[in-house]
């Protein structure tokens, strides 16, 4: 769970400096993908792991 707070944290910084600089709007776009990505990869392996713990 760490992990994936550390990502969360890591792309939301790089969407943000993506879009302060025009430059870089790519980085910023691709922040946004790698976020969302995370967040559904984390909240997956979130639910998976509590079925188990259930079953």
Do not use: D, E, Y
């Not at 025009?22 to 790698?34: E, F, Y």
Request: without cysteine.
């Amino acid at each position: 769970m760490t992990v994936i707070v550390i990502l969360l944290v890591l792309w939301a910084v790089l969407t943000v400096v993506g879009f302060a600089i025009q430059g870089l709007l790519w980085l910023g776009i691709i922040g946004i993908i790698l976020l969302v990505g995370t967040l559904v990869f984390g909240l997956v392996r979130r639910s998976v792991g509590k079925k188990k713990r259930q079953a």
